[in-house]
C-alpha cells in the first residue's frame, strides 16, 4: 500500500528505515496531474531500485511572473493512485511553505548549460529547477532519480547539477512517451481546445520533416531548422525556437556531421509546448 507524506521529516525517517534494512531508493519528481509519461518513469525506477519513491509539488519557483501557476491542473488523489497502480511506495506531497519556509532565500543556479533555448524563453525557470531537485536529492538521497527525455534541457542541466555539487544519485533520462497521433505527452496538454489539440502536431512533423530531410541527405542545420519552422508556420504554431544541438552540451551545430537533437518549443493558441528528437 502507498504512503503518503507531507513533511521533510517524515521522509528523512522513511528513508532512515529503507537505510537501515539495506534498501536501495529510486525517485520520480514530478508536478503532478500525471500521465503515461510519468507513470513510465516509475515504473523505471521500480526496476532500478527496492523501492521508488515519488514527489507531487508544483514548484512555484520554477514559474515566471506572467505563467500558469495558478491554473496549472492538478490531480492529487488521482495522481495518488496511478503512483501506488505503477508501483510507488512512497509519495511526498508538500505544500510550498514546507519546501520553501518564510524568508527561505537560497538557490542553486547551472549557469552556461541555461543560457539558451528554454533558459532564455523562461528567465529564472532552471533556477527554479535546481533549486527544488537539490533540494529533493538532499532530502531523499536517492540512489537514482528518473527524469523524461521531453524536457532535455532539464534533464541534462539536472545532471550537470548533480555532478557539479557532488550527489551520488544517478540521474537517468527516459525516451519520450507519445500519443497514438505523435503528441508527446504533457500535463499542459489539457489546455488545448480540440482545434489546437490538432494544431499541437505541428511540434512532431517538424522534427520529423527535417529527420527525414536529413535522412535524404541534407546536412545544413539552417536548412533542416526551416524546414521544421515551415511545418509550425502551416498550422498556425507561434514558435518560441527551433535549434539542432549537440546533444552533450546543448550547443548550436551548423552541420548534422554526427548525431545531434533538435529542440523545439511552440505556442499553440495560448499554450507553450515543447518537444525534441535525435537527427542524425
Known amino acids: 500500500m502507498i504512503e503518503v ?6 521522509v528523512r525517517a522513511r528513508v532512515a528505515g529503507l537505510r537501515k534494512g539495506a534498501k ?22 521500480r526496476e532500478r531500485a527496492d523501492v521508488c519513491a515519488a514527489s507531487i ?11 500558469d501557476l495558478s491554473s496549472y491542473p492538478r490531480d492529487e ?21 514546507e519546501v520553501y519556509p518564510e524568508g527561505f532565500q537560497t538557490f542553486v543556479e547551472v549557469t552556461e ?3 539558451r533555448w528554454c533558459g532564455a524563453a523562461r528567465p529564472g525557470h532552471f533556477r527554479g529547477v535546481t533549486t527544488v531537485v537539490s533540494k529533493l536529492f538532499n532530502l531523499f538521497r536517492p540512489d537514482v532519480a528518473v527524469f523524461g527525455e521531453k524536457d532535455f534541457q532539464q534533464l541534462h542541466v539536472v545532471r550537470r547539477m548533480a555532478r557539479d555539487l557532488g550527489f551520488e544519485t544517478e540521474v537517468v533520462g527516459m525516451p519520450i512517451v507519445r500519443e497514438p497521433d505523435g503528441l508527446a505527452m504533457s500535463s499542459r496538454n489539457a489546455y488545448l481546445s480540440p482545434d489546437e489539440r490538432r494544431r499541437a502536431l505541428a511540434l512532431s512533423r517538424a522534427w520529423r520533416t527535417a529527420a527525414h530531410a536529413h535522412a535524404n541527405g541534407e546536412r545544413s542545420a539552417e536548412r533542416l531548422i ?18 539542432l544541438v549537440d546533444p552533450a ?12 537533437r533538435m529542440l523545439l518549443a511552440a505556442f499553440v493558441g495560448k499554450t507553450r509546448l515543447i518537444d525534441n528528437a535525435p537527427i542524425g
Request: glycine residues 6%.
Open 5 to 10: 507524506v507531507r513533511t521533510a521529516a517524515e
Open 24 to 45: 536501495t531508493l529510486a525517485l520520480v519528481p514530478t508536478m503532478g496531474f500525471l500521465h503515461e509519461g510519468h507513470l513510465s518513469l516509475i515504473r523505471e525506477g
Open 57 to 67: 509539488f508544483v514548484n512555484p519557483t520554477q514559474f515566471g511572473p506572467s505563467e
Open 77 to 97: 488523489r488521482g495522481d495518488i493512485e496511478k503512483c501506488e497502480q505503477a508501483g510507488a511506495t512512497l509519495v511526498w506531497a508538500p505544500e510550498p511553505r
Open 113 to 115: 548549460m541555461t543560457r
Open 226 to 243: 526551416e524546414a521544421a519552422r515551415a511545418e509550425l508556420r502551416a498550422c498556425e504554431a507561434r514558435e518560441d525556437y527551433v535549434a
Open 249 to 260: 552540451t546543448l550547443e548550436p551545430v551548423e552541420r548534422i556531421e554526427r548525431p545531434a
